[in-house]
């Protein structure tokens, strides 16, 4: 398709959509890092303990079994979605926010990005799917996929990022969850501590969320974990954020490219996926409304997966 397109039209004519680079809340992630010195120093490999990249949803296909049968949840969510907003959390500050810029820095990310692990990744597919319409009675398709990626840079090697996405799941959300390395806290003896934690929801109105260790009220030093969040809707309700492909279709009338897909990043995300497509893992049965298969709660360990108020 790339080079059927390229035979006719240069790169700057051609705006690859993936609409959830048009969400309010995605763009807020540039804003949020690269605007406040409170956070850009500690968005590193010393101060970030993991990264998490999670939406489950609660429908089913809905319809759609004869796209899920071609394409999969991983096709279909991995390759595009969570892993365009991987990039612009692992990016590196890009001189100007412009399309050059930005997209440069995200395709550096994706160059640094391993080559999925299919020991890493677990495929499931919920109860009931194989009654959809259009789908195979023995269908072996995933609509669930969970996995462990890691970005080979300086700022990020060693740091998992653990992504997860499904249908027919036990809530719907956007969210990205990084947690921080916890400081030594030997000298506040019998107080039950975590890590902080930064929580960006990607719904259509932005929202934050923090958690610090604080003081426990009282004759004694002992701790408790402190969360506070902070919803644009609430704060800015006169404020309606366009919706994401009214967003980007504006751009393409403004002729703007910045939050649209370059063709190296999509080649080389697929080479990123191409293990994985090469060795699927077998899709796990698991019950609708549930968090996914049991080895799937078992890939980011002992924290397990982190969704605020759940």
């Given at each position: ?25 995605v ?35 809905e319809?759609r ?5 071609s ?8 390759a ?33 990005l391993?080559?999925?692990d299919?020991?890493?990744v ?46 027919a ?6 969210t ?13 003896v ?10 960006l ?7 934050f ?25 609430d ?23 910045t939050?649209f ?35 799937a ?14």
């Amino acid at each position: 398709m790339d080079a059927g397109l390229k035979a006719v039209l240069a790169e700057e004519q051609i705006f690859r959509i993936d609409h959830y680079l048009g969400k309010e809340a995605v763009q807020n992630i540039l804003a949020m890092r690269f605007a406040n010195g409170l956070i850009e120093p500690a968005w590193n490999r010393t101060s970030v303990e993991s990264v998490q990249i999670d939406v489950p949803e609660r429908g089913t296909v809905e319809g759609r079994g004869k796209f899920y049968e071609s394409a999969g949840c991983f096709r279909d969510m991995i390759a595009t979605h969570l892993c365009q907003v991987l990039g612009f959390i692992a990016m590196e500050p890009p001189i100007h926010l412009d399309a050059a810029s930005l997209r440069n820095e995200k395709a550096k990310v994706f160059s640094a990005l391993q080559p999925f692990d299919p020991q890493r990744v677990v495929f499931g597919q919920y109860d009931g799917y194989r009654s959809e319409r259009g789908v195979a009675q023995r269908s072996e398709v995933e609509t669930f996929v969970a996995l462990e990626a890691f970005v080979d840079t300086e700022r990020w090697q060693g740091v998992p990022f653990y992504l997860r996405t499904g249908k027919a799941m036990a809530d719907t959300r956007r969210t990205v969850t990084v947690t921080l390395r916890t400081p030594p806290m030997g000298r506040f003896v019998g107080s039950t501590y975590g890590p902080n934690r930064l929580t960006l929801e990607l719904s259509d109105s932005p929202a934050f969320g923090v958690s610090l260790m604080i003081k426990r009220p009282g004759p004694t030093l002992t701790l408790e974990e402190l969360r506070f969040s902070l919803d644009l809707a609430d704060e800015q309700p006169e404020h309606t954020p366009q919706e994401a492909y009214e967003r980007l279709l504006l751009d393409v009338m403004r002729g703007d490219q910045t939050l649209f897909t370059r063709a190296d990043e999509v080649d080389r995300l697929w080479q990123v996926c191409q293990p994985v497509l090469d060795a699927a893992p077998p899709a796990l049965i698991y019950p609708q409304g549930s968090w996914g298969p049991e080895p799937a709660l078992q890939l980011p360990g002992p924290r397990g997966w982190q969704l605020p108020n759940e």
